[in-house]
């Protein structure tokens, strides 16, 4: 397979729908608070909100290392480096199941099986929803318990499917139902391969640590997320409220499985911000900049890695 197809007309559409989304939020908020909130942007602080969001996905990057090494799979770290964020090319997919091109590039850059790598990308996607549900919910007192119950389902439904894939009784069940349907029977070898790499990586010190990890780039997307918000000129949002609020607005829009959450994400972050008696015209617009530098910002870097990888690959 070549990571071209994951850039077809569906990825050009997924933009337009983008494109269409915050056109509308522009669209019901008052064009002169945009206006006024861009023209006043402390440019000043945008060099260290890039800094800090990009050490934030360092953070992630430890995290992958650590699911690589735990399957002995060793690349350059130079090339591991920029397939890495090459996977942010496609983080507006549902579920960032975009993300899965880093299967991909390992094959076609370093003969890496995809049986072996795609476990390891669900994986991310687990421990990412796990870190950040529990980041949201430590704020169900200042989200509100309805907000919370949701917060707290996702986890468990999330768990109830991991086990589907750890439990050597449900896997083995399942296999049976697959090796009954002839399209599907081919695929059951490799199934059974990423049945082992998962639960090699399931470990308590590993779900731990890159549990941890996620919490940790949270944290550190938070502190970028408060910079954002005071070059803005908004500076009465406590940092703990603001990172909870924000979290719990990721999970809705994963939970929507929308590509990458828009519309859902942007949307809960500005309805959750009129907590602070800010108007949603004003809050809608605000979510837009956020997003801009949590999620296009990286999309950006994600395509710039995946060229480079690409002349790394032909020795240009």
Known sequence: ?????????????????????????????????????????????????LLVVFSSW????????????????????????LIFFAGFTLAISPAKS??????????????????????????ERFYD?????????MGIAFLGLE?????????????????????????NFSLKILNRIKPLKKFSSNIEESHKIIRHSSDLKTICSCSGLTIIFRVIEGIAILLVLQALGINFVE?????????ASVILGSVSMSPGGLGVTEGSFAGLLTLYELELQTTLAVAVIVRFFTMWFAIVVGFISLKLSELITHGK
């Open 1 to 49: 397979m070549k990571y071209s197809e994951f850039l077809g007309k569906k990825y050009l559409i997924i933009i337009f729908v983008a494109v269409a989304i915050y056109s509308s939020f522009l669209f019901f908020s008052d064009f002169n608070i945009v206006y006024d909130k861009i023209q006043n942007f402390q440019i000043t602080l945008l060099p260290l909100i």
């Open 58 to 81: 360092l953070v992630l990057f430890i995290r992958w290392l650590i699911l690589l090494n735990k399957h002995q799979i060793q690349i350059p770290l130079k090339l591991n480096f």
């Open 98 to 123: 975009g993300e899965l091109i880093k299967s991909v590039l390992l094959k076609n850059k370093c003969g890496i099986s995809v049986t072996k790598t795609i476990p390891i990308v669900f994986l």
């Open 129 to 137: 929803i796990i870190g950040t549900t529990a980041v949201a919910i």
């Open 147 to 171: 907000l919370g119950i949701v917060l707290a389902v996702v986890p468990i439904a999330l768990f109830v499917i991991f086990y589907l894939f750890y439990s050597e009784r449900s896997f």
């Open 239 to 247: 940092f703990f409220n603001l990172l909870c609020m924000y979290s």
